[in-house]
């Protein structure tokens, strides 16, 4: 039992549990998962729906992260990949065009592509710092999707464009087939490749990796150009669900979030070892919280403060010393007096 409470992965998977159960007590259909017309729906179904662009978002930052980096553009991103799609698909003549969808969809990845060359070549080329490299990028990109969507809400119309973030395949929501799809192939890149020991090498030790003749620079660059694939992913599948690119409201903070979900994950912001299961993990666990605050009817002005206490709790309970700290409190016995003797 010790061992398991030592993975890093039984706490947030603990809480995770805690919070579904919870939701029971106040919807006691919670767990109840229907099929109509083909489609899965259920609370649980929304929440998988709910996780998949933070699943993406956490995903990338997971591996720029591991480098000793930290991506804070991912949101702008995101905004930059939905707003140009629609954009391109609005200009269409026939909107339910599936080459057209699919050139937008393949334009919007690559310009995402692209911004990842840049944040990467700030980073390991010239050298400024990942904070401030991307936070150029997250300031200047919001500006850029204003100027994509010339500050208005782009609506779209396209069938073959809502499948991605509304659409079902074998009752499964295909914006969660696509996540699965990304996660596994990153996981087995990363596990079944030497790739994932030079990103922890890289992330570890910068000085002892480039001694080692491991190409640091190329590897940074890399992380980063995932990171905002993935993000552009995530805006594909956010516009694609709301019919529309919102450049204000697309992927708005969602990079801190994504830090926090990798975190809870088990991954170190020092860099170093990594766990993608754990951070998809977090993002489950970040969407199931924001579900269970409506469910349990938490007032909303006090809802930022609840996640807050929960996050508390499970940091907390994913410390080691805290836990040793509270074990050993209750391991001690007060001391007895001495019995008397009498004479």
């Not at 919070?19 to 919670?30: G, H, I, T």
């Not at 999707?145 to 208005?152: E, K, S, V, Y």
């Not at 969407?287 to 996050?311: H, N, R, W």
């Amino acid at each position: 039992m010790s061992n398991l409470t030592r993975h890093r992965l039984f706490w947030p998977a603990a809480v995770l549990v805690l919070l579904l159960a919870s939701n029971v007590f106040f919807a006691p259909r919670f767990f109840t998962i229907t099929l109509q017309d083909g489609h899965l729906y259920g609370s649980l179904i929304d929440i998988l729906r709910s996780a998949t662009p933070l699943a993406l978002v956490a995903l990338g930052m997971t591996m720029v992260i591991a480098t000793g980096g930290i991506d804070l553009s991912l949101g702008s991103i995101m905004a930059i990949s939905g707003a140009l799609a629609c954009l391109i698909i609005g200009d269409l003549p026939n909107q339910n065009s599936v080459g057209g969808v699919l050139i937008a969809v393949g334009v919007a990845l690559v310009l995402s592509a692209l911004l990842g060359v840049w944040n990467g070549v700030l980073v390991s080329v010239i050298g400024i710092q990942p904070i401030i490299a991307t936070l150029i990028l997250m300031v200047a990109g919001r500006g850029i999707a204003q100027l994509i969507t010339d500050g208005q809400i782009i609506n779209v119309t396209s069938a073959p464009y809502r499948v991605i973030g509304a659409g079902y395949l074998l009752g499964i929501p295909v914006s969660v087939i696509i996540v699965a799809v990304v996660v596994a192939a990153a996981m087995l890149l990363v596990r079944r490749s030497a790739l994932g020991v030079l990103i922890e090498s890289v992330g570890a030790s910068p000085t002892a990796s480039r001694l080692a003749g491991i190409r640091a620079r190329g590897l940074t660059i890399t992380v980063y150009v995932f990171a905002a694939f993935c993000a552009g992913i995530a805006g594909l599948i956010f516009s694609s669900n709301v019919a529309s690119a919102d450049s204000n409201a697309a992927g708005n903070l969602i990079e801190l979030d994504a830090i926090l979900a990798v975190v809870i994950g088990g991954t170190a912001l020092t860099g170093g070892r990594f766990s993608i299961a754990g951070s998809v993990l977090g993002a489950v666990l970040i969407s199931a919280l924001d579900i269970t605050t409506y469910t349990i009817g938490v007032p909303a002005e006090t809802t930022l403060l609840f996640k807050a206490v929960v996050v508390v709790v499970l940091c907390l309970s994913q410390s080691a010393a805290f836990r040793a700290a509270v074990f050993r409190r209750r391991a001690a016995v007060p001391a007895t007096p001495a019995a008397e003797v009498s004479a």
